[in-house]
């Protein structure tokens, strides 16, 4: 059966990680973003407005600190052990599917364990290569197995680290050009 026009199609919400990764894989220190990017943050800000954001309990308390989650414009999807309410999930999976549901785009945000179980799934990897050796202690996974394909870049130097905006794709069975 078709579905109907006026409700979202899961398989329509394409799912998107979105992520800035040091040299040295690292993300985070201390519960916090390891740097200030202003340019990245904007970066971040912009690619998911209006947008379904997956994200662990930790980075959720994270962002919600910093406000981006006021304005209504991002729907958080909380993987959460000890967390409940509407917006909780148990675990990964039902939190994507949740998303899916949605009919938004799906942004993976972190952290560790998100990104590493959402590498397999998602179509598109949007990483701002932050190109320094950065002390932390949380880390973005090895990715190149997964999104060996670089689709696009943007090389940033107004700040004192060096920003490479890019865009992989997967090799095609993911692809939402490509799916019949
Ligand atoms: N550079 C970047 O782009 C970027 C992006 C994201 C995060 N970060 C950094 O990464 C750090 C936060 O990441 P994190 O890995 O420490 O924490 P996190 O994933 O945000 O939160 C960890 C918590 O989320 C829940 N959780 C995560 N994965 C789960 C799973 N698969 N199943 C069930 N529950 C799960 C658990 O919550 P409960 O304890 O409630 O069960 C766990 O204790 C911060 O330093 C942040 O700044 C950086």
């Keep these: 059966m078709k579905p109907n026009a006026s409700s979202p199609d899961p398989s329509d919400a394409s ?13 985070g220190r201390n519960g916090r973003l390891p ?14 407005r209006d947008g379904s954001l997956v994200l662990g309990r930790r ?15 991002r729907r958080p ?35 560790e364990r998100i990104y590493k179980e ?19 202690d949380t880390y973005f996974p090895e990715w190149s197995g997964e999104f060996p394909r670089l689709h696009s870049e943007r090389v940033s130097r107004r ?3 060096p ?5 992989y794709r997967r090799n095609g069975k993911f692809s939402r050009s490509e799916r019949v």
């Design 15 to 27: 799912v998107k990680i979105i992520v800035a990764v040091a040299r040295n894989r690292v993300i």
């Design 35 to 48: 740097w200030n990017l202003p340019e990245d943050w904007n970066h971040f800000l912009e690619s998911t």
């Design 59 to 73: 980075c959720f308390e994270e962002l919600g600190a910093t406000g981006a989650l006021e304005d209504g414009s």
């Design 77 to 111: 999807f909380i993987v959460s052990t000890t967390r409940s309410g509407p917006d909780c999930f148990p675990d990964f999976p039902s939190a994507l599917e949740a998303a899916k549901s949605a009919g938004r785009t799906v942004w993976i945000c972190g952290g």
């Design 118 to 136: 959402s590498l397999p799934v998602a179509e598109e990897l949007v990483l701002t290569l932050v190109d320094a050796e950065i002390s932390g």
């Design 159 to 161: 700040g004192a680290i």
């Design 163 to 167: 920003l490479f905006f890019r865009v």
